[in-house]
């Protein structure tokens, strides 16, 4: 038996090899076409990419021609190089480095030489094109942007590099692929399928027909359009607001989590991309290291949230019922914790119970409150979780899923955060009271906020943010309309919601009030430090702004957050009041509002320390710094007297 056993092993794996290459001899021929590689030409044929719309069905980006020179070194016979070069007005040396880089990449194998030829370029070209072998013209679509705006939205389309060619068998030297935004989420959507033809040659190199009477061809498709939920003109309008300013607006529809509008500053008119002049516009974009043009701040900024993470603060203790909207706690100007540590408040002094300390923005009210909340069990690490938890069911500290391919995720504290911090143990509530006013380790990005004041809208849920409504063909991701709920009672958003009611009627953003809406909002600013030339340097606060409207079955929420902008009511409450009139009634009636806000500029203040300073320079700076901070307080107490004189009268 055991003798049989190595020969029948022997009969049996040579059946199978033999059968394997009958298989891949005789029956399948794209081994046989791979062989004959040398005498076939492959043609592709690239589709058009799909073009791109608004939510109200405005055309935003369509295509154009553009012409891709492509070089199979191997079949370069006699040319006059200095003819080509003059035709394409190109150096010589241009000439022999694209060459050798042609010849590096495949000899026999065609690469690009030039690309993005323009019509003019081309039509010189096409008719002389006879006389350069080895050299083809290829024709390509690139993107034709119907609008100057949204860049950040749309992404760019650029040739793909050596890596993306090794990772997926699809594309090839000279392809097109998205980069960034919706050109990147949406590549196989957006890109469709390019079809192949083969074409048979001779020993002389000439075209004798199609390979095997075209059995191996295929037929392109064009890519599918896409409607985006944004709105265009409010998109437009954003941008319009944001300049000369830097950071980010993102505008929610509550309802369906749609995009409305996701603004960042400073930005770019998406034509640059495209194309000869592509490469040298990204890297002037790119090494802007101060504006941050190619930084999505809307996306990626992670900032204090300030005062509207009060909101949050008084949810959570109202669902584990450590206070309810009669609680009231007693507020002097600021809020004593601990020995030497007291929270400066501008809220007014007196008693305050939820509504008028949310409405007044008061930090010792909401200091108290989170006290009560971590308090409430005697291991303030249990605590501190059950709280973060609550934080989190809001998408807080997390990427929350959007249909854009870059984000953070923001920081939510556990009690984790809080043993790395005091490894040594025996932190308590009083040490992490700064997190009640959102200015703790909690971290936050734009459109994060803008979600939470969908769901506070919602009284009690989100869809998953998404920029995509419909693509011709397809449904899209099942996940944007699933409903996300918090942890959080319906029954406790009302009281919160009327406190926000009231931030325009007699609060912080009185004099923000835009007729006929009934606008839900809370003013918010953030503490701003950052080391200039080794000193740790107070810089203007940033102003925060979150609001959704109308009171009663939302259409609009949204977030504004503008870098060194200062109180929160100055320049971020009024672009959220103009871009929430805008968006329900299409035109302004705030015009001073638009007029103050237009012509508002932060560059000074951003240009404050770029050229280095000496020393007494900087001294100078950081004291005008000081001066115009207490400034800001006194403008913001005025603001606040001014409202309580009217709300006597």
């Known amino acids: 038996m055991r003798k049989s056993v190595l020969p029948t092993i022997i009969i049996i794996t040579s059946v199978i090899i033999v059968l394997r290459l009958f298989y891949l001899q005789v029956i399948d021929d794209t081994l ?10 492959i043609i592709y044929d690239y589709p058009e990419r799909g073009y791109i719309y608004d939510r109200n069905g405005k055309l935003l980006v369509a295509n154009q021609p553009s012409y891709d020179i492509m070089v199979t070194p191997r079949e370069i016979k006699k040319i006059d190089t200095l003819e080509f070069c003059k035709l394409l ?59 100057h705006v949204g860049a950040n939205i749309f992404g760019s389309i650029a040739q793909v590099n050596q890596k993306i060619i090794d990772a997926n068998e699809y594309y090839k030297s000279g392809d097109l692929i998205g980069k960034q935004g919706v050109e990147e989420s949406y590549e196989e959507i957006l890109r469709g399928r390019k079809g192949v033809k083969y074409r048979q040659k001779n020993k002389y190199n000439k075209d004798i027909g199609p390979y095997k009477q075209g059995e191996f061809d295929t037929i392109s498709k064009n890519g599918e359009d896409i ?8 998109q437009q309008y954003g941008e319009e607001l944001m300049i000369n300013k830097r950071g980010g607006i993102v505008a929610i529809e509550p309802k369906t989590g749609e995009i409305l509008a996701l603004v960042t500053a400073p930005s770019y008119d998406p034509a640059i991309l495209v194309g000869r002049q592509r490469s040298r516009n990204y890297t002037n974009l790119y090494n802007d290291s101060l504006a941050k043009p190619l930084y999505d701040r809307g996306l990626l900024a992670e900032y204090p949230p300030g005062s509207p993470f009060k909101i949050i603060t008084g949810l959570a203790a109202l669902q584990e019922q450590v206070i309810d909207e009669q609680t009231t706690f007693y507020c002097h100007h600021g809020f004593s914790y601990g020995r030497g540590r007291f929270m400066k408040c501008h809220g007014g002094s007196g008693p305050h119970q939820l509504h008028n300390g949310i409405y007044r923005s008061c930090n010792a009210y909401f200091g108290n409150v989170y006290l009560k909340t971590i308090k409430k069990y005697k291991d303030p690490g249990a605590s501190v979780d059950i709280w973060s938890k ?28 809080y043993k790395r911090m005091y490894p040594n143990g025996g932190w308590t509530a009083t040490a992490i009271v700064s997190n009640s006013i959102g200015q703790g380790e909690v971290l936050t990005t734009p459109i994060q906020l803008a979600n939470m004041m969908a769901t ?64 839900c909002g809370k003013t918010g600013t953030a503490e701003n430090y950052t080391k200039v030339y080794g000193k740790r340097v107070k810089l203007k606060d940033h102003s925060i ?21 200062g109180y929160g009511a100055t320049i ?47 001294l ?25 004189t009217t709300k006597s009268i």
């Open 32 to 41: 046989r076409l791979k062989s004959e590689n040398n005498a076939i030409k």
């Open 89 to 147: 007005k190109i150096p010589k040396e241009l000439f022999d480095k694209q060459l050798k880089r042609a010849i590096n990449y495949s000899p026999r194998l065609p690469s690009v030489f030039l690309s993005q030829l323009n019509k003019m370029e081309y039509a010189a070209l096409q008719e002389k094109m006879r006389k350069f072998s080895g050299f083809e013209i290829v024709k390509r679509n690139l993107r034709d942007y119907q609008v």
């Open 227 to 234: 409607t985006l939920t944004i709105d265009a003109t409010l």
């Open 390 to 417: 609550h934080v989190k069911s809001f998408g807080l500290g997390d990427f929350m899923g959007y249909d854009l391919p870059t984000g953070r995720k923001g920081k939510v504290p556990t009690s984790k955060t």
């Open 456 to 519: 506070v809208a919602n009284q009690g849920y989100y869809f998953t943010p998404h920029i995509v409504k419909k693509i011709k063909g397809e449904k899209i991701d099942k996940k944007f309309t699933t409903k996300h709920l918090t942890t959080i009672d319906r029954k406790y958003y009302k009281p919160v919601i009327e406190g926000l009611f009231d931030v325009y009627n007699k609060g912080t953003a009185y004099h923000l009030k835009v007729e006929g809406i009934d606008i």
């Open 545 to 565: 702004f979150v609001a959704f409207a109308p009171k009663d079955n939302p259409k609009i929420a949204l977030a504004v957050f503008v870098e060194n902008g």
């Open 572 to 618: 971020a409450g009024p672009i959220a009041s103009l871009m929430i009139e805008k968006y329900l009634k299409g035109k302004i009636t705030r015009k001073d509002l638009e007029t103050r806000t237009l012509a508002r500029s932060l560059m000074a203040e951003y240009n404050r320390f770029v050229k280095k300073p000496n020393d007494s320079t900087l």
């Open 620 to 644: 100078k700076e950081i004291k005008i710094l000081e001066v115009e901070k207490a400034k800001e307080e006194k403008i913001e107490e005025t603001i606040k007297e001014s409202v309580d």
